[in-house]
């Protein structure tokens, strides 16, 4: 069985507080579990309570975990995902041949002076630092296999195909449309292409992403619409649409209405919600 939950949700920037307590307002971070197999998908503020939750299982931790980028609220939750800071736990880190800087050099940074008062020195579980190259597909078990190509944003950044016992979830968080409707992200129809579930990311109306609604147009800032995920979900013949990587300024009333606005045009979608979880 492929078990997928979602610890952070949030795009942009952590969002705590009453308007947000039924969606989360945790920063991007997905737990997938395959047999005896743990993959983490992304570091935001969402990874402090998967830590905490992983404390309490009480067993060693030995997690594969995949960076989508590293922007902030990608990695903000890696100096307080308490796992570690304990001997005997094992983390193998990977990120994409798309960086100035090593993964090691970026999550190291936050942790130096005066950013932060522990260095990533202090770690005494053995971290294993990785890269992989576009396209290429790893095999973490066997039956077990993860892929991952590069997304439309800023910087660079990449989606997740994870495949176990004919079970597929696809991660495509801080991705753009193209301008031409006619021309879908070709890796992300890769990426997603007849997956259970495919977790994209809607982080703004149509409107709020060409500025029709009255603010500063988003055309450029690497994120999508719940209107392009539908399209794509179509597209790829997914199973179960998420949408991913709310906006700062979308409180639940705002996230539930652009959920059923989407379940009109994909009936089968859902709105990520901290603590939901979906048995593949």
């Known amino acids: 069985m492929l078990r997928v939950k979602f610890w952070g949700v949030r795009g ?22 395959a047999g005896d197999t743990l993959i983490i998908l992304d570091g ?31 990695i903000q939750g890696f100096p307080f995902f308490v796992p570690i800071f304990i001997k ?40 294993h630092f990785c890269e992989f190259d576009d396209g290429q597909t790893l095999t973490l078990a066997p039956g077990l296999t993860i892929r991952g190509l590069p997304l439309q944003h800023p ?3 990449y989606g997740y195909r994870v495949e176990y016992e004919g079970k597929t979830f696809a991660y495509c ?33 149509p409107e709020e992403y060409t500025g029709s609604a009255g603010g500063l147009p988003k055309v450029g800032w690497g994120h999508s619409t719940f209107v392009e995920a539908a399209r794509l979900a179509k597209l790829a013949n997914v199973k179960k649409l998420i949408l991913f990587h709310h906006d700062p300024s979308h409180d639940d009333a705002k996230v539930e209405e652009m959920e059923q606005a989407c379940v009109r045009l994909f009936p089968e ?10 048995n593949l």
């Not at 021309?183 to 703004?204: G, I, T, W």
């Open 12 to 33: 942009s920037i952590p969002t705590p507080g009453p308007g947000t307590a039924r969606t989360g307002g945790n920063t991007s971070c997905v737990e997938v579990s």
């Open 44 to 74: 935001g503020t969402g990874l402090r309570l998967l830590g905490d939750d992983l404390l309490r299982r009480g067993k060693p931790v030995k997690a594969f975990m995949f960076f989508s980028h590293v922007h902030w609220d990608h």
């Open 88 to 127: 005997g736990n094992e983390l193998y880190l990977y990120g994409g041949r798309n960086l100035e800087m090593t993964l090691d050099e970026t999550l190291a940074g936050q942790m130096n002076f005066p950013n932060f008062p522990v260095t990533l020195e202090a770690c005494t579980a053995k971290i």
């Open 155 to 157: 910087n660079g950044c």
């Open 173 to 205: 968080t801080d991705t753009e449309h193209g301008a031409d409707p006619q021309k879908p992200d070709e890796n992300v129809l890769a990426l997603a292409r007849d997956a259970d579930l495919f977790a994209y990311d809607a982080q703004y109306t």
């Open 269 to 278: 979608t859902e709105a990520a919600r901290e603590g939901r979880e979906f």
